[in-house]
């Protein structure tokens, strides 16, 4: 698959976690899921410059961590980074371990985001299996616009059968820069793709799949936007009181659903009548 990989190296971003530590590599990949890269790096360097070992940032509190957040969306995230470290130093003596097996039992680390780690951080050949992979590897060998749920087997095995023998990490990281860039979601630019000639879904005239009727998941008056609200006031301030957080959202009974699914995640707290992030 040498035309991936040439036009990777034309073509790839500058982004700073590709020439980081392994911890810049960790933090890099938890912003990531679910955020779209321009939103991660102000504060992918910010988190970099306040803790630049995991030691730092487990020596720091919970509440300066979920603060840092900012406006990253899904701040249980924040708090799992946070444990992650923790555990890093109690158990791996500050650095961030190599094998998959160690990176697995990390907290908020799953398959993807092990083999990520793995590949970006250890330069080790990974079947790694982002969005912009898998949708790559979907219509280009498989035909289909999308796939479909989780990654499956066969898709696991058409994955490591494609990686270069001799792979450093770096096919994980062309394939994925390629979907990002080229195959991308809506409006893939087939005319500049490297696999143009060989796509089977645009040989076959882009058929559609029932997942183009998939809706976006609606965001205004969701309860995801409450959480952010509630969120986004409590970084501002050390304390609030429920009475000012209420009054940030006019229906009620979402309101308390809301605090209740942020105490019961851990990420904020209750102090008297008032709610501070948790600390
Ligand atoms: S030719 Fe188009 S649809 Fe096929 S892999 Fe390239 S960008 Fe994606």
């Known amino acids: 698959m040498e035309p991936i990989l040439t036009w990777y190296r034309e073509h790839r971003r500058d982004l700073p976690w590709r020439a980081t530590s392994p911890w810049g590599v960790l933090v890099s990949e938890f912003m990531l899921q679910q955020t779209p890269v321009h939103r991660v790096l102000p504060q992918w360097q910010r988190w970099l410059e306040l803790w630049p070992t995991p030691a730092d940032l487990a020596a720091a509190s919970l509440s300066d961590a979920l603060r840092e957040w900012g406006r990253l969306g899904y701040p249980r995230r924040a708090k799992r980074l946070y444990e992650c470290a923790q555990v890093i130093v109690a158990e791996h003596g500050g650095a961030v371990p190599r094998s ?33 992979i898998r949708r790559l590897y979907a219509r280009c060998w498989a035909g289909v616009s999308e796939p479909k749920g989780s ?39 087939c005319d500049q793709c490297p696999l143009s000639e060989i796509c089977l879904w645009r040989a076959t005239d882009y058929p559609l799949t029932s997942d183009e009727q998939r809706k976006v998941a609606k965001w205004h008056g969701s309860d995801r936007q409450c959480r952010g609200v509630i969120m986004h006031a409590l970084r501002e301030s050390e304390l609030v009181s429920n009475a000012k957080l209420a009054a940030l959202w006019s229906d009620s009974s979402q309101y308390e659903k809301a605090i209740a699914s942020l105490l019961d995640d851990g990420l904020i707290e209750k102090r008297g009548k008032s709610y501070s992030l948790a600390r």
């Open 151 to 189: 990654p499956n087997n066969s898709e696991r095995m058409l994955a490591r059968a494609l990686i270069p023998v001799g792979d450093d990490g770096t096919w994980a990281a062309a394939t994925m820069e390629l979907g990002a860039l080229i195959c991308k979601a809506r409006k893939p630019l």
């Open 100 to 132: 998959i097996e160690q990176l697995r039992k990390l907290p908020g680390i799953g398959e993807y985001t092990a083999a990520a780690i793995s590949a970006f951080a250890f330069h080790q050949s990974e079947v790694v299996l982002d969005i912009n």
